[in-house]
C-alpha cells in the first residue's frame, strides 16, 4: 500500500485515538481526492496477552479474565468459557440456572446493541441518538446490576451454574424497563426510517452481499444483514435455546442501514427470550448436587482433552477451543472471538467510497478493538 | 450428510493424508493432516463439504514432545458440523503452507500464529507481525519456553 | 510593585536588553507572579469548573468513561464536558491498560494537550496493571510518566467514582496541590 503512493494520492491515518474508534485501532487510508482507494487495519493498541494469562491461571480465576476480552459481552464470553470447562468435566447445569443464564445474556445482548448502536448514530452525525440510546441502558445496566453486583465485568458464571439466584421484585423490574424499552425501540425505529438525510447516509453504503460476507468469515448482525439466518443459538443450541421460541432477524440488502435494522428487531426478540424464560423458569438448585467439583472449588482439575464450544455474541460467533492436560490450569486456550473477521473485512468494504462514509460504515459493524486484540 | 459420512469421503479422497480422524459427536470431527497437503484438504472441503467458514487457526506448543501443532477450526454455514484439523509441525522449523487463498479470513490468523509461535507460512500474501510492536518478533510470547512471562510485576505488588 | 522587580530579573536571559527607565516584562514573568496573589485563586476557581477531558477509551473502563459523560450521569452540569480532541482537552484519562505498542501514541496526546492539564488514572490497569500486570504486552506503573492527580480504583470503578474523582481533582486545584501546575 505505501509502495505506490501516486502523485495525487496521499495516506490519511485515522487512529489510534480518534473519536470515530470505538477502540484503539489504526486505519491508515490512501484517498485519491475524497475516495479511498486502498486502506488497511492495523491492530494491537491493547493486546493484553489473555490467552497466555489464562495458561497461568486456574480454571476459576480465568473466569475474570475472559469477562475482560470483551467489555459488552462479558457474559457471553464467560458462557463460552464456562461451557468449555462444563463440557470438559462433563458437568451438569441444572435448569433453573440454564434459565437464568439465557435471561442475563439476551439482556447484555439488548445493553450491547444500545451502545453499539448510539456510538454508530453519534459517528453519523446524530449525537443526541446516543443520549436517549445511554439513558434506556442505564436503566438496563440497573437491572443487571441488581443481578451480578457490577456494570461491566460480571464474574457471574460458575461451573455448572450461576453466582447468585435472581433477586425479588426482578420480574417487575424487568418489566417495567421492558414496557419503556419497547417504546424508544419504536422511536429509535421511526426517527431511522423516516430521516432522510440519514436514509441518504446509510441506504446502499457499505454493501455486503451474502458471498463476500461468507468468504470473509462475518458472523452475526453483519452477516444476518446479507440475508443468512446463521445463528448459533439456532444452529447449534446451548443451555435452553432449543425449547425457547425466537426468530433469526435477517434483513436482506446488506448495507449500513440493514445492519442497524437487524440490531434493532434483534433488541425486540431478546426482549421476548427473556419475557418467556420468566415465565417458564422453574424453582429448584443453581448449583448441580453431588459433583466432585465444589462451588467455589479454587483448584479444580479437569480430565485432559478438547473442546471447542461457541455461543452467539451480540456481535457473532464467540468461540473458546480449550486444551487442558488434566492439571488445574488450562494448556492453551484460543479465543475465537467474532469481531476478528467482521475487522479483517473492512478494507475490502471500504474500496472506492467517499472519506465521509468510512465512519459510518466502520460503525455499522460495531467493532470491539478489545476483542479482537484480546 | 452427517459426520461420519463427511470424515469417510475427507479419508476416502485422501488416503494417507488424513490419520487419526475420529467422531467426537454428531457436530465435531477431529482428523489429523499431513502439513504439506492442507491447502489441498482445505480447498476440497469448502467446494465438496461447504465447509466455507473458518472459524479459527491456532498453534499450540508442545516442547516435550518437540513439536508445535496448528490447528484449523472450520465451520460451515450450512450444517452445524465444525471439523478440527491438526498439522503437526516440528518445534525447531515450524513451516506450514498458507490457507489464505482457500480460506480468505485466515489471514490475520496466520499472521497472529506467526508472531506468538514463530510458524512460518509459506506463500503468505502479507506475513508481518499483526498485535505485537515490530522489536517483540522472535520471541515467541506464546510458546511454553517463553522467559519475559511474567516479566516484571508491579511495584506495589512486590 | 516591588514584587515585580525579583521576578523580572530572574527571567533576565528572555530580555532583549535593558532600556533605562523603562521596565519590561515577558508573559511567564507575569504569570509567576499571579502565582504569588489573589488572582491565582480566581483563576483556580475558573479552571476547576471546566475540566474538559478527552474521551480515549482504552478498556471496560473506556465503556464507564462514555456513560459519564452521557445522559444519566450528565457532567456536563460540572462543567465536565467530553472532548474529542485533545487540543481542547484540561484532563486525561487513562482508562485503561497501556500496551508497548500504544504507550507512544498516549504519550502523543498527552504533549498534545495544552496546559494547564491533569491526568486521572481510572481503573486498575492503568494503576498498577490490575488482571494484566503480568502480561507480556502491557506496560505497568504509567504514573511514572504522568504526573497522575487522582488515582481511581476499580475494576472497572463505577460512573459515579469518576465524578468524586472529578471532585477530588476539583479539590486539589483549590488548594493549590495539583500536578497540572507549578506554584
Redesign the interface.
Known amino acids: 500500500m505505501y509502495d505506490e503512493v501516486g502523485p495525487s494520492e496521499m495516506i490519511v491515518h485515522l487512529g489510534?485515538?480518534h473519536?470515530m474508534l470505538?477502540?484503539?485501532f489504526r486505519l491508515n487510508a490512501k484517498l485519491r481526492g475524497e475516495t479511498v482507494v486502498d486502506s488497511e487495519v492495523e491492530?494491537?493498541?491493547?493486546?493484553?496477552?489473555?490467552?497466555?494469562?489464562l495458561e497461568?491461571k486456574t480454571y476459576l480465576q480465568g473466569i475474570?479474565?475472559v469477562d475482560?476480552i470483551c467489555?459488552?459481552a462479558a457474559l457471553t464470553n464467560e458462557e463460552a468459557y464456562v461451557g468449555c470447562v462444563e463440557k470438559l468435566a462433563g458437568i451438569e447445569v441444572p435448569e433453573r440456572a440454564q434459565y437464568i443464564r439465557v435471561i442475563m445474556e439476551e439482556l447484555s445482548r439488548i445493553q450491547s446493541h444500545l451502545?453499539g448502536m448510539g456510538?454508530y448514530a453519534s459517528f453519523v452525525g446524530f449525537v443526541s441518538m446516543?443520549?436517549?440510546t445511554?439513558?434506556e441502558?442505564?436503566d438496563l445496566m440497573s437491572v443487571i446490576d441488581s443481578v451480578t453486583g457490577a456494570?461491566?465485568?460480571h464474574s457471574f458464571l460458575r461451573f455448572g451454574g450461576v453466582k447468585d439466584d435472581l433477586p425479588e421484585g426482578f420480574k417487575e423490574d424487568v418489566k417495567y424497563v421492558f414496557g419503556n424499552l419497547r417504546k424508544a425501540i419504536d422511536n429509535y425505529e421511526e426517527l431511522f426510517s423516516t430521516d432522510s438525510i440519514y436514509k441518504a447516509r446509510t441506504v446502499g453504503i457499505g454493501t455486503l452481499t451474502a458471498e463476500v460476507a461468507?468468504?470473509?468469515?462475518v458472523?452475526g448482525p453483519p452477516l444476518r444483514a446479507t440475508g443468512?439466518a446463521?445463528d448459533i443459538r439456532k444452529?447449534?443450541p446451548y443451555l435452553v435455546y432449543k425449547d425457547l421460541d425466537f426468530k433469526v432477524c435477517t434483513q436482506t440488502a446488506g448495507d449500513v442501514f440493514a445492519r442497524v435494522q437487524v440490531r434493532l428487531d434483534e433488541m425486540r426478540e431478546s426482549m421476548y427470550i427473556v419475557e418467556q424464560c420468566l415465565d417458564q423458569i422453574p424453582s429448584g438448585p443453581i448449583f448441580p448436587e453431588g459433583t466432585a467439583y465444589g462451588r467455589r472449588s479454587p483448584v479444580m482439575r479437569i480430565p485432559a482433552g478438547?473442546v471447542?464450544h461457541?455461543v452467539e455474541d451480540p456481535r457473532g460467533?464467540m468461540?473458546f477451543?480449550m486444551?487442558s492436560d488434566g492439571s488445574d490450569k488450562p494448556?492453551?486456550v484460543?479465543i475465537?472471538g467474532p469481531v476478528?473477521?467482521t475487522l479483517?473485512a473492512l478494507p475490502p468494504l471500504l474500496k472506492g467510497v467517499p472519506v465521509a462514509d468510512i465512519v459510518a460504515i466502520a460503525g455499522s459493524m460495531d467493532t470491539c478493538t478489545?476483542e479482537v486484540?484480546r | 450428510m452427517d459426520a461420519k459420512a463427511m470424515i469417510d469421503s475427507l479419508s476416502s479422497q485422501f488416503t494417507g493424508v488424513i490419520y487419526d480422524a475420529q467422531v467426537e459427536s454428531d457436530i465435531r470431527i477431529l482428523a489429523k493432516v499431513k502439513p504439506e497437503s492442507v491447502k489441498d484438504i482445505c480447498q476440497y472441503l469448502k467446494e465438496k463439504l461447504s465447509f466455507g467458514h473458518l472459524c479459527c487457526e491456532f498453534g499450540v506448543d508442545y516442547p516435550e514432545r518437540n513439536e508445535i501443532e496448528v490447528v484449523y477450526v472450520i465451520g460451515s454455514y450450512e450444517h452445524p458440523v465444525v471439523l478440527t484439523l491438526k498439522a503437526i509441525l516440528p518445534r525447531d522449523d515450524p513451516e506450514v503452507e498458507s490457507v489464505v487463498p482457500v480460506y480468505w479470513n485466515a489471514n490475520w490468523y496466520e499472521r497472529e500464529t506467526y508472531e506468538l509461535f514463530g510458524v512460518k507460512y509459506l506463500d503468505h500474501p502479507d506475513l508481518r507481525p499483526l498485535v505485537l510492536p515490530q522489536d517483540m518478533l522472535g520471541e515467541w510470547p506464546l510458546r511454553k519456553d517463553y522467559k519475559g512471562f511474567p516479566n516484571k510485576t508491579a511495584r506495589n505488588l512486590v | 510593585m516591588a514584587e515585580v522587580e525579583p521576578v523580572s530579573t530572574n527571567n533576565k536571559d528572555d530580555m532583549q536588553e535593558e532600556i533605562p527607565g523603562v521596565m519590561t516584562t515577558s508573559t511567564s514573568a507575569i504569570s509567576d507572579f499571579l502565582k504569588k496573589t489573589k488572582a491565582q485563586d480566581i483563576i483556580n476557581w475558573g479552571r476547576k469548573n471546566s475540566l474538559w477531558f478527552t474521551v480515549n477509551a482504552m478498556g471496560c473502563c473506556g465503556v464507564e468513561l462514555l456513560s459519564t459523560g452521557m445522559a444519566h450521569y450528565d457532567t456536563d452540569r460540572f462543567g465536565i464536558i467530553p472532548r474529542n480532541s485533545p487540543r481542547h482537552a484540561d484532563v486525561l484519562i487513562i482508562s485503561g491498560y497501556v500496551t508497548k505498542k500504544y504507550f507512544p501514541a498516549l504519550k502523543r496526546i498527552w504533549d498534545q494537550m495544552p496546559a494547564p492539564k491533569w491526568v486521572i488514572a481510572y481503573g486498575d490497569c492503568a494503576i498498577s496493571g490490575g488482571p494484566f500486570y503480568e502480561s507480556y504486552s502491557t506496560r505497568q506503573n504509567v504514573d511514572e510518566v504522568f504526573p497522575v492527580d487522582i488515582y481511581v480504583p476499580g475494576c472497572p470503578p463505577r460512573c459515579e467514582a469518576l465524578i468524586q474523582a472529578f471532585y477530588e481533582l476539583q479539590k486539589k486545584i483549590v488548594a493549590k496541590k495539583d500536578k497540572g501546575t507549578d506554584y
Open positions: 489510534p485515538q473519536p470505538p477502540g484503539p491492530m494491537g493498541w491493547i493486546h493484553k496477552g489473555i490467552e497466555k494469562i497461568n475474570t479474565i475482560r467489555y459488552l451502545l456510538e446516543f443520549m436517549y445511554i439513558k441502558r442505564e456494570r461491566i465485568t461468507k468468504d470473509i468469515g458472523s443468512v446463521f444452529d447449534e478438547e471447542f461457541r460467533e468461540g477451543y486444551v494448556y492453551r484460543k475465537r476478528y473477521p479483517q478489545s486484540d
